[in-house]
């Protein structure tokens, strides 16, 4: 234990501090939280199968604000989306790179900028991430900046919002934070995209932190891509309120990444609120990407549904746990769960963890989880009729997660997952089209 | 077209065929009957290609070809067709989808172009007529949560897509209706010319009547224990396997 509270003094000794945008009386409820909480280790239930160690074993610097060339910006960028896009360099807001307001009446760009709002101050922390979650609380009480949108009511969005994140080392191994805060008002939609991409060969380690607040019958749809590269870690907290009748869509594609840790937490604050939390995952190295989804059904009526699926090559390791609590008075809860694995190889892994807590008892709650290799005689099957069994295997595995895919409603995006997806069914690297590794020194 | 030479294959060390010979020549319809478990599968199996079956001795010529060097997709590219007894469901991927990717590998086997999106479009629909394949079928995932019936039409379906020389039909006849099974029975019929050949695995006289056959044969025990003219068949539907079966045990 001794290391790993030298482990978190180290890290707490990296951040600056008075450097967060919370509020003092916040901020200091954060930090003791913080200093309550240790970092995960082996026998934190929630991180069970997931070890931390290739993270914390490094000695890291506090991301800067670097500036990275144009090109890269462009290359990850959906010009035909005409998107507002907001730009996270190392957790730092880029102003020289984002462009956005394209909708009137919304506010968005730095946490920084906006910590003056009344929104800001009224929702940052209210999801209480920062309670029982190390590194949530880490990232409350440190990230120096973020993305901050503010959706007034009644407002549709009509081009997505694509938040681009950077994490580039310039030759050090490098930490960063950012903190991003998302309030939909009433009856206001948007489509919000979330993009990771690693620029350089140093070790990283991006600790993301987002609350979504989905106020009365507010739909967001919320994307998030991760294409960092072998040496790129990151863990990504996403923490969401949801109020009377909203609707919250999450679609989490992670294709490469060293260690991958994706925690989703709802909390059905209201009554009516539809959630559909779904993801794919596809690593083919020595990847380890860790799902942990966690629904709270506090009341009656509301709906909830996980569908994840990942295809596991080589010598990768994913999990997914799928949490379900469903309170007492929480009647006519529906929540379902679905967590599917095709193992591509004997070292690949795939652990699936359903836990559901039902304290209500007219409800309808399903789960299901398998795990398996390619199904041989379809394979087979394919193969009588021409198909050679490369091209076969690339219609059952685009078939198997392409219902995941499928759901993105942002065609570029779309395209460019399942060009990605593809890419990587036929053994090649998506390389440059996630992630690349800048040479500064060329680049000069 | 097909020669099989002596053909012996087991599964996990358990003899399944005993030496089989065939020879199946252009324009010819072959039936293949004999009691559950015989064998009859499993020789359509290995002459697909199904790698769970480990030939021990034997030969199979197909167009002068050994087609037992080949890979499945070889076979079918080659020409060889086989309707599934148990037709398999591929979750997710579309009719449509499927037998694109199919035909594709079959064009370019032949040395054609793959045809543009309109040319396949009108191709597909032909052929669904031929068997009537319902259009709601179009565009679900391949057998998925299909009946009996219409998995086994979809086997016609894609024989009449991919026209092979050689179309393995095994028991397509079990699960169809009278209706469905005339009218597969018709889109086989259609399918024949003097140069393709088909070999017919039936428990049925019923099928014989609509799709007549050159020679019957009857497997026993992983071997042929007779092989006669179409009425053969009909013999065998009123006196039953007892016989044969006797007289092959005391062999
Ligand atoms: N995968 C397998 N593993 C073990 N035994 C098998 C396998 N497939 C077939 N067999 C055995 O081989 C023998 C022949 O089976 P096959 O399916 O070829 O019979 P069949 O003549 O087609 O019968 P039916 O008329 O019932 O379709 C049977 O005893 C069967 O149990
Ligand atoms: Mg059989």
Sequence with gaps: MTNLNEKKAELINLQRNNSSPTKKDLLIEIQNELNKLSLPHSKTEEWRNTNVNSILNH???????????????NTFSFNEINADRLVLINGHFSDEYSHFNK???????????????????????????????????????????????????????????????????????????????????????????????SLSEDFTFNNVATEIICSENSDIEFYVFEGEGDTASIVNNTYVNQLNGSKFLSNTSTLCGSLVRNEIHIDLLGEYCESDLQGIYFPDKEQHIDNYVSIKHSKPNCKSNQLYKGIIDNKA??????????????????????????????????????????????????????????????????????????????????AFIGDIIEHITVKPYRDYVNYLVNKKLKGQEPESLCHVKICPACEK | ??????????????????????????????????????????????????????????????????????????????????????????????????????????????????????????????????????????????????????????EVFQMAMLEPDLAILDETDSGLDIDALKIVANGVNKLKTKENASIVITHYQRLLDYIVPDVVHVLYNGKIVKTGGKELASELENTGYDEIKNDADNQ
């Design chain 1, 59 to 73: 000695k890291y610097i506090l991301g800067k604000k670097e500036s990275v060339p144009l090109k890269y910006v």
């Design chain 1, 317 to 398: 390791e994913t999990v997914f746990t799928g949490k379900v609590f469903v309170a007492p008075d929480a009647q006519k809860t529906d929540a379902a769960q679905s967590n599917r694995n095709i193992l591509l190889t004997d070292n690949s892994k795939a652990h699936s963890r359903p836990q559901l807590e039902i304290y209500a008892d007219d409800v309808r709650c399903s789960h299901g989880s398998t795990t398996g290799q390619i199904d041989k005689e379809a394979l087979f099957y394919m193969k009588t009729r021409g198909i050679p069994e490369l091209k076969a295997k690339t219609l059952l595995m685009t």
């Design chain 2, 1 to 154: 077209m097909l020669k099989i030479i002596d053909l012996k294959a087991e599964i996990n060390g358990k003899e399944i065929l005993k030496g089989i010979n065939l020879e199946v020549k252009p324009g010819e319809v072959h039936a293949i009957m004999g009691p559950n478990g015989s064998g009859k599968s499993t020789l359509a199996s290995v002459l697909a290609g199904r790698d769970i079956f480990n030939v021990t001795g034997g030969k199979v010529i197909f167009k002068g070809k050994n087609l037992l060097e080949m890979e499945p997709e070889e076979r079918s590219r080659e020409g060889i067709f086989l309707a599934f007894q148990y037709p398999v469901e591929i979750p997710g991927v579309s009719i449509t989808n499927f037998m694109r990717a199919a035909l594709d590998e079959h064009r370019i086997h032949k040395g054609l172009k793959p045809m543009d999106a309109a040319e396949f479009l009108r191709y597909i629909k032909e052929k669904k007529a031929l068997v009537e394949l319902d259009a709601k079928l179009e565009g679900r995932a391949v057998n998925e949560g299909f009946s009996g019936g219409e998995k086994k039409k979809n």
């Design chain 1, 103 to 197: 909708t009137s009446g919304i506010q968005m760009g730095s946490i920084k900028k906006n910590q003056k709002s009344n929104s800001f101050k009224k929702y940052y922390g209210s999801t209480n991430l920062y309670k029982s979650n190390f590194f949530a609380a880490y990232n409350s009480a440190y990230a120096e900046d973020g993305i901050f949108i503010h959706i007034p009511e009644n407002v549709i969005v009509e081009h997505p919002i694509h938040i681009v994140n950077f994490i580039y080392g310039n030759n050090q191994k490098t930490i960063s934070q950012a903190h991003n805060l998302i309030i939909a008002e009433k009856n206001s939609h948007a489509k919000i995209l979330t993009t990771y991409h």
